[in-house]
């Protein structure tokens, strides 16, 4: 019995610590903060306990206590939904929004996060009872390194080579390289254009990487990422003045227009490099049987 | 969402060659390029719609939603 109690804490302890871990606030601000971080780091607990509590159960034959796992489950989902409906309500005050490929993204994050937690404190608790806490302790640092290498995912510099280009303007078109962006009415849009604006070009490595790169919500997320790191030189009433990206049909090169508060080039171009890979942008063409 | 457009609406048209325009939204007449571009700006503001130029001296304001 004491045994359990042990198995028990120590479940809890690294369930919690690993979503500790896995709770960053950086510089999207998300979760926020403080009130965020609470709902977050609460359930975490709960998922924390629920791994936990789940080997004694087992052990004691208390096969009923497994279904509260699939409650759980249920309750985790929710999590998602709660995320997702609350990003969507901000979104739409965003100058430039985060897009709704970005929001799954963050939203399957938060999921997932919380099974990651349910899996460390489960399989530590069962060390434990096994091993003893020694047992437990040193199965626990192991789910944390785990979990940590769940956190990071691909980045654009992976799958695509950024490079700064010309915004170029010829009458109302504007180009940035050889790449179409829009087309630009106002001289005086044209003039602030000319001054604030900034060109990239994304060259992707290979096929995969051209579907990914050509998702709209893959493009959203970059445009999105400068602007929220750099500023954006626009306003409501200025809809002219609006970061785009559009793509070379011929080849599936990205060109991204960015008008930025801070006008970095160096800065911006170490900012699209370091944009996530949205998960639910990859596509992997060269898996398919055709290609075989 | 913005930068996508899922649809476009002209708002206004603003043109120097009357012969060229007609139909459905409201159409401003402008007597030169300067006239032209002023006009745009004012309509591209108050409307929150974009100003573009179709090159054969007439702009037209859309909304991208």
Same mark, same amino acid.
Do not use: C, F, N, V
């Given at each position: 019995m004491e045994n359990y109690t042990l198995a028990i804490i120590i479940g809890v302890l690294v369930g919690f610590v690993s979503r500790l871990l896995m709770l960053r606030t950086d $510089?999207?601000?998300?979760?926020?903060y403080p009130h965020g971080r609470v709902i977050h780091i609460s359930l975490g607990l709960i998922a924390a306990g629920l791994g936990a509590i789940a080997v004694p159960a087992l052990f004691e034959q208390? $096969?009923?206590?497994?279904?509260f796992l699939a409650l759980a489950a249920q309750q985790f989902r929710d999590v998602r939904n709660m995320e997702r409906n609350s990003l969507q309500q901000l979104d739409e005050m965003e100058l430039v929004p985060r897009g709704s490929t970005y929001i799954e993204g963050i939203a399957m994050v938060f999921e997932g996060r919380n099974y990651l937690v349910i899996f460390s404190a489960f399989l530590t608790s069962l060390s434990t009872v096994f091993w003893g806490w020694q047992g437990g302790v040193i199965i626990g640092i192991l789910t944390l390194v785990v979990d940590a290498s769940f956190m990071s995912g691909k980045l654009v510099k992976d799958v695509a080579e950024v490079r700064q280009a010309d915004v170029r303007i010829d009458g109302p078109d504007l180009y940035v390289d050889d790449i179409y962006i829009m087309n630009v009415g106002l001289e005086d849009t044209r003039e602030k254009i000319k001054k604030v604006g900034l060109g990239f070009v994304l060259t992707p490595h290979n096929e995969n990487s051209i579907v990914t790169i050509s998702n709209i919500g893959q493009r959203q997320a970059i445009l999105h990422d400068v602007s929220t790191i750099l500023g954006v030189y626009r306003d409501t009433g200025?809809?002219?003045l609006v970061p785009l990206s559009k793509r070379?049909?011929?080849?599936?090169r990205l060109g991204v227009f960015l008008i930025p508060q801070n006008r970095n080039p160096r800065k911006a171009m170490e900012i699209i490099r370091h944009v996530p890979v949205l998960e639910g942008a990859i596509r992997m063409p060269s898996e398919s049987e055709a290609n075989e | 969402m913005m930068g996508t457009s899922l649809e476009k609406y002209i708002l206004a048209v603003i043109t120097m060659?009357?012969?060229?325009v007609s139909g459905g939204a409201p159409i401003f007449y402008a007597e030169n390029e300067d006239e032209m571009q002023k006009t745009a700006f004012t309509l591209e503001k108050i409307l929150d719609g974009m100003a573009h130029d179709v090159k054969n001296g007439t702009m037209i304001i859309v909304k991208h939603f």
């Open positions: $510089y999207r601000q998300y979760p926020t208390d $096969y009923t206590a497994i279904t200025e809809p002219s070379s049909l011929d080849d599936g | 060659d009357p012969q060229k």
